[in-house]
């Protein structure tokens, strides 16, 4: 019998069974597995109670398995294929009549499932090479996951969390973007670059319930990809893909793409240096990326016009004496390039050793305009990243009772931004009183300096200890980071106008600059140190795996101490003060998994698995260090705001002697028992082979325990109110406090990093498939779920954690719908793969998922600080009765109808009338993509497997069938503004009611995501 059981997020493979006769276990069985492309060998013998184990093996095959004993026939197991993280059960039975009397070796015939304790997905080489993809992106495939989402801007959601919350390891190694900067969450995701090429790729694995405690670092899901390595046939690959503009669709506006290119470039090679000995495998890509950009002036649907643009240039280059870079269409340019080398070294019997290197340099230009958002060619700003990995692998069955997995690596990154010009920024809020569109000119305020350079080394080392039904493993996971960082917003200065008419008479709202004390780059260091025991009890068709698992994160140095601070009265009311950092702590992760097999037939099998756990990971590390930039201490500045009475110098003056000049910095600290977050998660699964149909049932559970909450504690409640409708009809569902930040005047902001055990989520999945063996393959999943939260950790900076949690009233946690959420999400594929005449092959692969749309807020324009918190545009909308609606002041009568009538066409806000409309309560249409995989092999032979392949890849097919098919909906900073407060009836108390402005409601389209998109490629294996 042969069967499979999910273990670590390892980067190896293991075996493992009984032996028996008639009369009972055997003990002293050889026990040989050979490597077939590589003639690597496991062997063993079996013990006293006929187990027998096998680990460090690599991942895939073919294996040969060979069970030998003194007077008996040896019984062989063909076309074993092992895979990542995969334990594989390969029981065997010698019987009595087959004693050893000539020379002959029965070959056994068996059956080999691929089943879980956890919940988890692993793509091998194969299957990504047979699905549709035009950007080449890991996270082309891993989406296919019934609990991974892909994300717009970049990354994946699993488990309804933030891409910030995964764990993503290649070889075993940290490979996470660990100090947090992009959403995507690997090295190199501000210049979106592949943190490795597809083609180097054995196996990626996701886990995202894992009951092995070797599995750590992540509250969402972990990662893990294993690179290829090299066999005794010498052979590569060389390949290229293509497209440009006639690639792609017209798109929602039938705006045809102007001149643009992709081109990749990239091939394979390995072989033996020393046959069954030594193995080399080397891959390198690269990537050119150019496009234009959209919503240029003159572009269908962008809201500016050249006459607007014009009068904005001359404007700034009066003031700078330069005119902002031009408007016009430019071209978007994305370049990376990537090499990865391996060697694995069989040393002897016992061990084997294995060596990966991995370089990355990317470079993407940042600038992206929408229909609501304009920025002058000058305002865009390239990021650069630049990284090294290198690890070492030594697995080594020391005897026939115990196995060390030893894993060390090494990885160094650089990220920076690069700007042409050094020039104070210019935000103008809204061209024009009831218009909704934003233009920005000059330095972006975070691109004048922003560079980030990181250090991490991964200590790992696991020993197996094998003692009849029980595998008991110890062993030790620890991380170590460095970060230098230089990053200092608004350092050339912001101004923020309101409108054109304001910025042509220079009258800002509001003025921020910072800059540095002394020596801007700071140092921040940090470690994690895990330790863990567990064991794995076999007994016939049931398997109990239990363990424990200690995490113990260290923060090295403290912030600097701002005494001034911490004798505030905001300081002493709180209980906050500066220098404090993060107190180490234990993080106990115990965890149980089971998996039942009550039925196992030819025609049918049943397995019943599931477990429960804690599960500890970590946060982006950018969010302490925020603790340790702005103290006060180490940079300065100011911010100046009209609205709160203080008086904004006019355009390149520096205030003198003006209230709040270089007395208001924004003060960071954190709650000493701040802890890293965990998740409770547990699982239950049911899985049925019926005659070759694979039926899956499923459910997942999760609740956040230590998740992160920001409070802003310069808003303050006033003890006035702020009244949605009037003060006639005011109540307690339409009346909301109002806050101020004048009673800590000398501090802007003062941000406070603690915790919360708010937020769940959970899953509920089905899926059925099939392989037939005329090479094609089913797959039909429906995923239903919920993820709530308080806070989704959208950004790097604690002002926007803070000022992006919509809501009315600011000092509450308020539990909601994340950010992340998908209610429902169907996948389906078709895939059939088919050698023919000989010399030809043909793979069609057609991919479909359909998904709810983007979770998004409603919230008041960003013209007014609606509840005086002092965020702009972070309050959520008031969604009145009929009759409410008619006491509310709007502009024009028109508006009010406008108004009423977006209400009444959203279900969701007509039957919540007489509410604030609840954060990330609304959400875009469902969507629909279907994608294409078409691949042509040309063999050269009948049995040759090398071979000339032509490719297309055709990504939202149904947009090229119809264009008002496969549309996709982008909503910026989660959020949409159809009503503006334009001013307030303030009574005698300070109560406030607003004046309204309905400024329209309509959703925007992804410009590209709605096209249809196609690339082909060529690939020659030799």
């Given at each position: 019998?042969?069967?499979?059981v999910?273990?670590?997020?390892?980067?190896?493979?293991?075996?493992?069974?009984?032996v028996?006769?008639?009369?009972?276990p055997?003990?002293?069985?050889?026990v040989?597995?050979?490597?077939?492309?590589t003639?690597?060998?496991?062997?063993?013998?079996?013990?006293?109670?006929?187990?027998?184990?096998?680990?460090g093996?690599?991942?895939?095959?073919?294996?040969?398995a060979?069970?030998?004993?003194?007077?008996?026939?040896?019984?062989?197991?063909?076309?074993?294929?092992?895979?990542?993280?995969?334990?594989?059960?390969?029981?065997?039975?010698?019987?009595?009549?087959?004693?050893?009397?000539?020379?002959?070796i029965?070959?056994?015939?068996?059956?080999?499932?691929?089943?879980?304790?956890?919940?988890?997905?692993t793509?091998?080489?194969?299957?990504?090479?047979?699905?549709?993809s035009?950007?080449r992106?890991?996270?082309?495939?891993?989406?296919?996951?019934?609990?991974?989402?892909?994300l717009?801007?970049?990354?994946?959601s699993i488990?309804?969390?933030s891409?910030?919350?995964n764990?993503?390891q290649i070889?075993?190694?940290?490979?996470?973007?660990?100090?947090?900067?992009?959403?995507?969450?690997?090295?190199?995701?501000?210049?979106?670059?592949n943190?490795?090429?597809?083609?180097?790729?054995?196996?990626?694995?996701?886990?995202?319930?894992?009951?092995?405690?070797?599995?750590?670092?992540f509250?969402?899901?972990?990662i893990?990809?294993?690179?290829k390595?090299?066999?005794?046939?010498?052979?590569?690959?060389a390949?290229?893909?293509?497209?440009n503009?006639?690639?792609?669709?017209?798109?929602?506006?039938?705006?045809?793409?102007?001149?643009?290119?992709?081109?990749?470039?990239g091939?394979?090679?390995?072989?033996?240096?020393?046959?069954?000995?030594?193995?080399?495998?080397?891959?390198?890509e690269?990537?050119?990326?150019?496009?234009?950009s959209?919503?240029y002036?003159?572009?269908?649907?962008?809201k500016?016009?050249?006459q607007?643009?014009?009068?904005?240039a001359?404007?700034?280059?009066?003031?700078?004496g330069?005119?902002?870079?031009?408007?016009?269409k430019?071209d978007?340019?994305?370049?990376?390039?990537?090499?990865?080398a391996?060697?694995?070294?069989?040393?002897?019997?016992?061990?084997?050793?294995t060596?990966?290197?991995?370089?990355?340099?990317?470079?993407?230009?940042?600038?992206s305009?929408?229909?609501?958002?304009?920025?002058?060619?000058?305002?865009?700003?390239?990021?650069v990243?630049?990284?090294?990995s290198?690890?070492?692998?030594?697995?080594?069955r020391?005897?026939?009772?115990?196995?060390?997995?030893?894993l060390?690596?090494?990885t160094?990154?650089?990220?920076?931004?690069?700007?042409?010009?050094?020039?104070?920024?210019?935000?103008i809020t809204?061209?024009?009183?009831?218009?909704?569109?934003?233009?920005?000119?000059?330095?972006?305020?975070?691109?004048?300096?922003?560079?980030?350079?990181?250090?991490?080394v991964?200590?790992?080392?696991?020993?197996?200890?094998?003692?009849?039904?029980?595998?008991?493993?110890?062993?030790?996971?620890?991380?170590i980071?460095?970060?230098?960082?230089?990053?200092v917003?608004?350092?050339?200065?912001?101004?923020?106008?309101?409108?054109?008419?304001?910025?042509?008479k220079d009258?800002?709202?509001?003025y921020?600059?910072?800059?540095?004390?002394?020596?801007?780059?700071?140092?921040?260091?940090?470690?994690?140190f895990?330790?863990?025991?567990?064991?794995e009890?076999?007994?016939?068709?049931?398997?109990?795996?239990?363990g424990?698992?200690a995490?113990?994160?260290?923060?090295f140095?403290?912030?600097?101490?701002?005494?001034?601070f911490?004798?505030?009265?905001?300081?002493?009311?709180?209980?906050?003060?500066?220098g404090?950092?993060?107190?180490?702590?234990?993080?106990?992760?115990?965890?149980?998994?089971?998996?039942?097999?009550?039925?196992?037939?030819?025609?049918?099998?049943?397995?019943?698995r599931?477990?429960?756990?804690?599960f500890?990971g970590?946060?982006?590390f950018?969010?302490v260090?925020?603790?340790?930039s702005?103290?006060?201490?180490?940079m300065?500045?100011?911010?100046?705001?009209?609205?709160?009475?203080?008086?904004?110098?006019?355009?390149?003056?520096e205030?003198?002697?003006?209230?709040?000049?270089?007395?208001?910095?924004?003060?960071n600290v954190?709650?000493?028992?701040?802890r890293?977050?965990q998740?409770?998660?547990?699982?239950?699964?049911?899985?049925?082979?019926?005659?070759?149909?694979d039926?899956?049932?499923?459910?997942?559970?999760?609740?956040?325990?230590?998740?992160?909450?920001?409070?802003?504690?310069?808003?303050q409640?006033?003890?006035?109110?702020l009244?949605?409708?009037?003060?006639e009809?005011?109540n307690?569902?339409?009346?909301?406090?109002?806050?101020?930040?004048?009673?800590?005047?000398?501090?802007s902001?003062?941000?406070?990093?603690?915790?919360?055990?708010?937020?769940?989520?959970?899953?509920?999945?089905a899926?059925?498939?099939?392989?037939?063996?005329?090479?094609?393959?089913l797959l039909?999943?429906?995923t239903?779920?919920?993820?709530?939260?308080?806070?989704?950790?959208?950004?790097?900076?604690?002002?926007s954690?803070?000022?992006?949690?919509?809501?009315?009233?600011?000092?509450k946690?308020?539990?909601?719908?994340?950010?992340?959420?998908?209610?429902?999400?169907?996948?389906a594929?078709?895939?059939?793969?088919?050698?023919?005449?000989?010399s030809?092959?043909?793979?069609?692969?057609?991919?479909?998922?359909?998904y709810?749309?983007?979770?998004y807020?409603?919230?008041?324009?960003?013209?007014?600080?609606?509840?005086?918190d002092?965020?702009?545009?972070?309050?959520?909308?008031?969604i009145p009765?009929v009759?409410?609606l008619q006491?509310?002041?709007?502009?024009?009568?028109?508006?009010?109808k406008?108004?009423d009538?977006?209400?009444?066409?959203n279900?969701?806000?007509?039957?919540?009338?007489?509410?604030?409309?609840?954060?990330?309560?609304?959400?875009?249409?469902?969507e629909?993509?279907l994608d294409?995989?078409?691949?042509?092999?040309?063999y050269?032979?009948?049995?040759?497997?090398?071979?000339?392949q032509l490719?297309?890849?055709?990504?939202?097919?149904?947009?090229?069938l119809?264009?008002?098919?496969?549309?996709?909906?982008?909503?910026?900073?989660?959020?949409l503004?159809?009503?503006e407060?334009f001013?307030?009836?303030?009574?005698?108390?300070?109560?406030?009611?607003?004046?309204?402005?309905?400024?329209?409601?309509?959703?925007?389209?992804?410009?590209?995501?709605?096209?249809?998109?196609?690339q082909?490629?060529v690939?020659v294996v030799?």
């Amino acid at each position: 019998m042969v069967a499979c059981v999910a273990m670590a997020q390892v980067t190896t493979s293991s075996v493992a069974g009984h032996v028996t006769d008639a009369e009972g276990p055997m003990t002293g069985v050889l026990v040989l597995f050979v490597h077939t492309p590589t003639q690597t060998q496991y062997s063993t013998m079996t013990d006293h109670t006929g187990s027998y184990h096998l680990d460090g093996m690599r991942v895939g095959g073919p294996y040969e398995a060979e069970f030998s004993f003194v007077g008996y026939e040896s019984v062989r197991y063909n076309g074993i294929m092992l895979e990542l993280g995969e334990q594989c059960v390969v029981n065997a039975r010698f019987d009595k009549s087959h004693t050893k009397i000539e020379s002959v070796i029965v070959t056994a015939e068996g059956r080999y499932d691929i089943s879980h304790k956890g919940s988890g997905s692993t793509f091998t080489s194969e299957t990504m090479s047979a699905l549709p993809s035009v950007s080449r992106s890991i996270y082309d495939f891993t989406r296919l996951s019934p609990y991974a989402m892909s994300l717009s801007g970049g990354g994946m959601s699993i488990a309804g969390v933030s891409g910030r919350y995964n764990s993503f390891q290649i070889d075993g190694a940290v490979c996470n973007d660990i100090y947090g900067l992009t959403s995507g969450g690997t090295n190199g995701g501000l210049t979106e670059a592949n943190p490795i090429p597809l083609d180097a790729l054995e196996a990626v694995q996701i886990s995202v319930a894992p009951f092995d405690v070797r599995q750590n670092g992540f509250t969402g899901g972990g990662i893990n990809a294993v690179t290829k390595s090299g066999t005794n046939q010498f052979s590569g690959t060389a390949y290229a893909y293509y497209n440009n503009q006639d690639f792609y669709g017209k798109g929602p506006a039938g705006v045809k793409l102007s001149k643009q290119t992709t081109q990749i470039y990239g091939a394979s090679i390995g072989g033996a240096i020393i046959k069954d000995k030594l193995f080399f495998f080397v891959n390198g890509e690269y990537n050119d990326e150019r496009s234009p950009s959209s919503y240029y002036i003159g572009y269908n649907g962008c809201k500016i016009t050249e006459q607007d643009a014009i009068t904005i240039a001359n404007r700034y280059k009066e003031l700078t004496g330069y005119d902002g870079g031009g408007y016009g269409k430019r071209d978007v340019a994305r370049r990376s390039g990537s090499l990865m080398a391996r060697l694995d070294w069989n040393i002897n019997s016992r061990h084997n050793l294995t060596l990966r290197y991995n370089f990355l340099d990317g470079y993407k230009d940042e600038y992206s305009n929408t229909a609501a958002t304009f920025l002058f060619n000058g305002a865009g700003y390239a990021s650069v990243s630049m990284s090294h990995s290198i690890v070492g692998e030594l697995n080594s069955r020391v005897s026939q009772k115990i196995f060390n997995k030893l894993l060390v690596g090494y990885t160094h990154v650089y990220d920076g931004r690069s700007a042409d010009v050094q020039l104070p920024f210019v935000q103008i809020t809204k061209m024009r009183d009831g218009e909704n569109t934003s233009v920005s000119i000059g330095t972006d305020a975070f691109a004048g300096a922003n560079a980030l350079t990181q250090n991490a080394v991964t200590i790992t080392d696991n020993l197996s200890i094998y003692a009849g039904n029980h595998t008991v493993t110890v062993g030790t996971h620890n991380e170590i980071f460095v970060a230098d960082n230089l990053y200092v917003a608004n350092i050339l200065g912001t101004y923020t106008y309101n409108t054109l008419e304001d910025f042509l008479k220079d009258n800002a709202r509001k003025y921020v600059r910072n800059y540095p004390i002394g020596d801007a780059t700071l140092r921040f260091s940090t470690a994690q140190f895990g330790f863990y025991a567990q064991d794995e009890w076999r007994v016939d068709k049931f398997s109990l795996t239990y363990g424990l698992r200690a995490d113990i994160p260290v923060v090295f140095g403290a912030p600097k101490v701002n005494d001034a601070f911490n004798g505030s009265d905001i300081a002493t009311k709180y209980g906050v003060a500066t220098g404090v950092k993060p107190r180490a702590n234990v993080l106990l992760s115990p965890r149980v998994g089971f998996r039942w097999e009550p039925i196992e037939r030819e025609d049918y099998s049943l397995v019943v698995r599931g477990g429960v756990g804690l599960f500890s990971g970590k946060i982006p590390f950018v969010w302490v260090n925020n603790c340790y930039s702005n103290t006060g201490m180490t940079m300065l500045g100011y911010t100046l705001d009209r609205n709160k009475g203080q008086k904004v110098p006019a355009f390149g003056e520096e205030p003198v002697g003006t209230e709040g000049v270089s007395s208001n910095p924004a003060i960071n600290v954190v709650d000493a028992k701040f802890r890293y977050p965990q998740v409770l998660r547990a699982n239950l699964a049911l899985e049925q082979n019926i005659k070759g149909w694979d039926l899956l049932v499923e459910g997942i559970f999760s609740k956040s325990y230590n998740n992160i909450f920001i409070y802003n504690l310069v808003a303050q409640r006033n003890g006035v109110s702020l009244y949605a409708v009037d003060a006639e009809m005011a109540n307690e569902r339409n009346t909301t406090p109002l806050y101020e930040t004048s009673r800590a005047k000398q501090y802007s902001s003062v941000y406070y990093l603690t915790n919360t055990n708010k937020g769940y989520s959970y899953s509920l999945c089905a899926s059925l498939s099939k392989h037939f063996p005329f090479g094609l393959s089913l797959l039909a999943a429906y995923t239903f779920g919920h993820s709530y939260s308080v806070n989704d950790g959208v950004s790097s900076q604690a002002s926007s954690i803070w000022g992006k949690n919509w809501g009315v009233i600011s000092d509450k946690q308020h539990l909601s719908f994340s950010i992340f959420d998908t209610p429902h999400k169907v996948s389906a594929s078709l895939s059939y793969t088919k050698r023919y005449g000989g010399s030809f092959g043909t793979t069609v692969s057609l991919i479909y998922q359909g998904y709810s749309g983007m979770r998004y807020s409603l919230t008041y324009g960003s013209s007014a600080d609606v509840n005086g918190d002092g965020y702009y545009g972070n309050s959520t909308i008031y969604i009145p009765t009929v009759d409410e609606l008619q006491r509310m002041h709007f502009e024009t009568e028109a508006q009010r109808k406008e108004f009423d009538d977006f209400i009444e066409s959203n279900r969701m806000l007509r039957n919540h009338r007489g509410e604030y409309s609840q954060r990330n309560a609304m959400q875009t249409p469902f969507e629909h993509h279907l994608d294409l995989h078409f691949a042509q092999d040309f063999y050269f032979g009948a049995k040759s497997s090398r071979k000339v392949q032509l490719t297309l890849d055709v990504m939202n097919l149904g947009n090229l069938l119809c264009r008002d098919w496969g549309a996709s909906y982008y909503m910026y900073n989660w959020k949409l503004s159809p009503v503006e407060i334009f001013d307030f009836v303030v009574d005698d108390a300070g109560n406030k009611t607003p004046k309204y402005r309905y400024v329209g409601g309509s959703l925007s389209k992804d410009d590209l995501l709605s096209r249809w998109r196609m690339q082909i490629g060529v690939r020659v294996v030799f």
